[in-house]
């Protein structure tokens, strides 16, 4: 019982105690910001409040963001009203928080604005190997004021005197060094390692490509200010991203600079390399002699010159006229012999001849008549040309079992015909050639009864 009602006497107790301080109003305030940075006000008060932020010169404080956040204890909570500024010109300024339902005055605040006197460290990023160290130095310290010195992790520790030092590889350590007043503040990023990368490098000239080096950390993405600078930017350009360009043979040092790291690569530029003349070789010179010709058709006599086409090849290739070859006709108007020479051109040499026939014109029977028992006479006229004529003349019409003579008069008489019996003749001129006879179309065939 009595250990029951020592518990409940706590609990009242612990409560009213909560409440109590939880109650207590929040007296006005002085704080600082420095020009340009950020500062966060904030007050405890009841819950579900309609809070309006006032300042007095929006000139010297500009409201950037509002916030709330709550605690509750039993049936009883208390809200955090917060609201975070940006200092702007120099000079004091009165911060209100007013009950936007009732116009209440719940808290206020005077915030001095101080110039940005150009407090930072030398370096906003270090790499320091792990069991190394390295003395930050901070810049445009205020007169007077002492330097606190802070880390957030184990991995690095700092002294009174911004000596870093790094107890783990590879881990990223924020270092933070804060004017006794808190009023200024820097930052910079330890690093427990160094870069890796390739210091010499050869190029040509016109060649492009882009310096990189490797940094193992305990983060998977960090973001560092790299400043590139080329010693000599006649021989090789490089442009903020560390992407360089060749531009005239020479040897050249490119600087990468990260923080309290200066990476140099040292780069090396040949000429292009004027290319080796090739000697044209000599083409194969093919002789036209070799190349073959397609039979050539009869051309018939017409008065013109004839010039048929020629198809010549050579290992299986068509040859193009006026390409591979020309063609030069002679004797190649009248019935006889006319002759082609053929010249290479291009990779073929020397002349090829061949010959072509040309016969007299068609042949046409004038008149056909059988006069007398078993005969037959044909009249016809001579062509231009011809050396003769040769009459074929049989009982079918299709000329089986056909006969054949020649003449070389205008007329010609054919004996010892069937009587009764129906021929049929046909014509045509021949040319006499060496000996050989080169005959000219067939005339239109004609047909006579014999007596």
Known sequence: MKKTLRKSLTTVIVTFCMLFLLSIPVQASAFK?????????????????????????????????????????????????????????????????????????????????????????????????????????????????????????????????????????????????????GVYRATCTVIGETPSYTANRSMTVGDTDTLAYSLRTSLSDISLTEKWTSINPNIVRVDSKGNITANAQGVAKILCEIGNCTLTYNITVSPVATPVPTATPIPTRISISNASVGNIKTQVYNKKLKKPALVVAYNGNTLKNSVDYTVQYSANKKPGIAKCTITGIGKYVGTKEVYFN??????????????????????????????????????????????????????????????????????????????????????????????
């Open 33 to 181: 910001v420095v020009s340009g940075k950020e500062i966060t006000l904030s007050f405890s008060s009841s819950p579900n409040q309609s809070v309006q932020w006032n300042v007095s010169d929006s000139s010297k404080l500009s409201l950037i963001s509002t916030g709330t956040s709550s605690v509750s204890i039993g049936s009883y909570s208390r809200t955090s009203y917060s609201a975070t500024f940006r200092g702007g010109s120099v000079g004091n300024v009165t911060v209100s928080a007013v009950n936007g339902d009732t116009g209440n005055v719940l808290s206020t605040a005077t915030v001095t604005v101080i110039a940005d006197i150009g407090f930072k460290l030398k370096y906003d990023t270090v790499f320091v190997p792990y069991g190394e160290s390295f003395r930050l130095e901070p810049i445009n310290v205020p007169s007077g004021e002492s330097l606190t010195w802070t880390t957030d992790n184990p991995y690095a520790t700092v002294s009174s005197s911004g000596l870093v030092s790094v107890s783990f590889p590879w881990h990223v350590t924020t270092v933070t060094c804060s004017t006794s007043d």
């Open 358 to 451: 040309i016969s007299p014109k068609k042949q046409t029977i004038k008149s056909l008549q059988s006069k007398k028992t078993k005969s037959a006479v044909l009249k016809y006229k001579k062509v231009t040309g011809q050396s003769g004529v040769q009459i074929c003349y049989s009982t079918s019409k299709s000329f089986k079992n056909a006969k054949y003579t020649t003449t070389s008069g205008t007329s010609k008489t054919i004996s010892k015909l069937k009587s009764k019996k129906t021929y049929y003749f046909k014509i045509r001129a021949y040319k006499t050639v060496n000996g050989n006879k080169i005959y000219g179309p067939y005339s239109s065939v004609k047909k006579v009864k014999i007596k």
